[in-house]
């Protein structure tokens, strides 16, 4: 089986955006529930290590947001609307997970990127690393309409339209670090009929215990090097 593309997720999957992450929803929590800040500041944004745990658990922002940070369902949809401004003007530094750059840069295939990070910020980093050139695609968070974004299918369908100007008849790797990413892949899959392939790759390297996911990956990694060794696998 050839592989035609591979889609990789990228906020805990190609960098460590942990820490502007929290600075970014700690800014957020001060508009929109300034009663959640201060002393009252949930325990999860106190750490990169407890935010990590409640993360991995949750199958998507909206359940992290709700479950551990204690929001209301309209502050939630007012933090969701400001998330994008918030991550632009954020200044904190984002790097990029070790042994990413050289994978990346050792695979000749085509390559893209489904986030729900803002595409804008996604440009910014890959420039700044020199990798802007190996992706064909770059779908965020502002590219899609808000009823559509991850786990549903339309992002990565989105991406796959731009690699190859159609989304069927393909087989492609998707890798992410969560849950909700193999669900991703499978409801790609499903959406396109199954007339194209999605493997699913958890990557372990940031955090990620897949002993307790439900839906559970094809392939896993501990190093984004692994990921070649599943690739030479399928030439």
């Not at 593309?5 to 529930?33: C, E, F, H, R």
């Not at 991850?150 to 998707?174: E, M």
């Not at 193999?182 to 194209?196: D, G, P, Q, W």
């Not at 990921?227 to 696998?233: K, R, S, T």
Request: hydrophobic fraction near 35%.
């Amino acid at each position: 089986m050839k592989i035609d593309a591979i889609l990789w997720d990228y906020d805990g999957t190609l960098v460590n955006s942990v820490p502007k992450n929290i600075d970014i929803t700690k800014q957020i929590l001060s508009v929109v529930a300034p009663r959640l800040t201060g002393k009252n500041l949930p325990v999860y944004l106190k750490s990169e290590e407890a935010y990590h745990i409640v993360n991995h658990q949750s199958k998507n922002w909206q359940e992290l947001y709700t479950n551990y940070y204690g929001m209301t369902e309209n502050e939630i949809i007012e933090a969701g609307t400001m998330w994008t401004e918030y991550q632009l003007k954020n200044s904190t530094p984002v790097e990029l997970f070790s042994k990413i750059e050289q994978t990346i840069n050792q695979i000749h295939l085509p390559q893209g990127i489904c986030s729900q990070n803002s595409s804008e910020n996604i440009n910014r980093v890959l420039e700044k690393n020199n990798l802007i050139h190996k992706f064909k695609s770059i779908v965020g968070y502002d590219d899609i309409p808000g009823n559509a974004q991850k786990p549903f299918p339309f992002g990565g369908i989105k991406c796959l339209k731009q690699l190859f100007g159609t989304a069927l008849d393909k087989t492609i790797f998707y890798i992410g670090d969560h849950e909700g990413d193999v669900v991703f892949a499978r409801n790609i899959e499903k959406e396109l009929c199954k007339k194209s392939k999605v493997i699913s790759i958890a990557a372990k390297y940031s955090g990620a215990d897949t002993k307790f996911w439900t839906f559970k990956p094809d392939f896993e990694i501990e190093t984004p090097t692994d990921l070649l060794e599943i690739l030479n696998n399928y030439r």
